[in-house]
C-alpha cells in the first residue's frame, strides 16, 4: 500500500541502537516528524544525507520538528555508525523490513549489486496527528533528498 499524502499514518515499533522499541506515536506526540529512510549506514550518501540532518537539527527543533533515520540495518551497525558521526536523533532498526514494506519503500532488488530488501532513500513529514503531508521517494540510490522542501513543508505545519 502506497501512502498518500492527507492519509493517517500507522504506528510502528523498532528498536533503536540500544534496542529500546521506540514507536512512531511517541514521536509525534512530541512534535512533527522527519522520517528518513536510507539504505545503508556507512556509504557515501547516507553519511551525507544523514550527517546533513544532524548539521540541520537547530532548524528542526526551532520547527518543532523530531527527526527519526531508518535504515535495515542491525541495531548494533547503527549504534557505531550514530556513534561515528555523532547522530544524536534516533536511527530505528527495520532489520525486519516490516516498517520499509508499510511505507513501500522496500527495494528488491538493489541496484546492480543483486542486494535483496534494502530501503530506498526516502523522506516523509508527518504532522502532530500522524497525518502524512509530505513525502519523497527515489529509486536512485545516489539521490539525495531536496532538504529545503522538507524543511519548508515544516515550515507550512507551523
Known amino acids: 500500500m502506497v501512502l498518500r499524502v492527507g492519509q493517517r499514518v500507522p504506528d510502528f515499533a523498532l528498536p533503536d541502537p540500544a534496542k529500546k522499541e521506540r514507536r512512531l506515536s511517541e514521536f509525534i506526540q512530541k512534535g512533527n516528524v522527519?522520517?528518513?529512510?536510507?539504505?545503508?549506514?556507512?556509504?557515501?550518501?547516507?553519511?551525507?544525507?544523514?550527517?546533513?540532518?544532524?548539521?540541520?537539527?537547530?532548524?528542526?527543533?526551532?520547527?518543532?520538528?523530531?527527526v527519526i533515520g531508518i535504515s535495515v540495518d542491525s541495531a548494533y551497525t547503527l549504534k557505531v555508525y550514530a556513534q561515528t558521526y555523532n547522530l544524536e536523533y534516533p536511527l530505528l532498526s527495520d532489520f525486519n523490513k516490516k516498517v520499509s514494506r508499510a511505507f513501500d519503500v522496500l527495494q528488491d532488488p538493489w541496484t546492480d549489486m543483486g542486494y535483496k530488501g534494502v530501503s530506498k532513500r526516502a523522506v516523509f513529514v508527518l504532522d502532530r496527528k500522524g497525518i502524512l503531508r509530505y513525502r519523497w521517494v527515489t529509486d536512485v540510490p545516489g539521490d539525495e533528498p531536496p532538504y529545503n522542501e522538507v524543511v519548508e513543508s515544516l515550515r507550512k505545519l507551523k
Open 34 to 66: 522527519v522520517i528518513a529512510f536510507f539504505p545503508f549506514a556507512f556509504s557515501p550518501t547516507c553519511d551525507r544525507e544523514m550527517c546533513i540532518f544532524r548539521d540541520g537539527m537547530s532548524r528542526f527543533n526551532a520547527l518543532q520538528a523530531n
